[in-house]
């Protein structure tokens, strides 16, 4: 089974920038497809950014759209989320996911995207005001 382990956390100004790494810890992750949630204090789990297993395709919600870039590297078993002009409505602890089979398009829809095979154990962002 792949695991997944989340970095690059941390507090940045709002209009500033942060990357978040996922490394996955086996080499079938370039079959998996890939993807960022977050979940804010007291709010529901959200859909941010998604990718497929090549790469080829992305989504995004329409929140991060323009604003955040979802991107990976097979050779390195990584999955990047590259976050600009970042607002102070961005803070919660981000989650990597991984799942070979779900479509990205659903990957928006908490009921489905609940079932999704792996999941990382989140890293904290915070943008202050």
């Known amino acids: 089974q792949v695991q997944l382990v989340e970095s690059g956390g941390g507090l940045v100004q709002a209009g500033g920038s942060l990357r978040l790494s996922c490394a996955a810890s086996k080499r079938t992750f370039s079959s998996y497809a890939m993807g960022w949630f977050r979940q804010a204090p007291g709010k529901e789990r959200e859909f941010v950014a998604a990718i497929t297993w090549n790469g080829g395709r992305t989504y995004y919600a329409d929140s991060v759209k323009g604003r955040f870039t979802i991107s990976r590297d097979n050779a390195r078993n990584t999955v990047y989320l590259q976050m600009n002009s970042m607002k102070p409505e961005d803070t919660a602890v981000y989650y990597c996911?991984?799942?070979?089979?779900?479509?990205?398009?659903?990957?928006?829809?908490?009921?489905?995207?609940?079932?999704?095979?792996?999941w990382g154990q989140g890293t904290l962002v915070t943008v202050s005001s």
């Open positions: 996911a991984a799942d070979p089979g779900l479509s990205i398009r659903r990957w928006s829809t908490p009921r489905l995207f609940r079932s999704l095979e792996v």
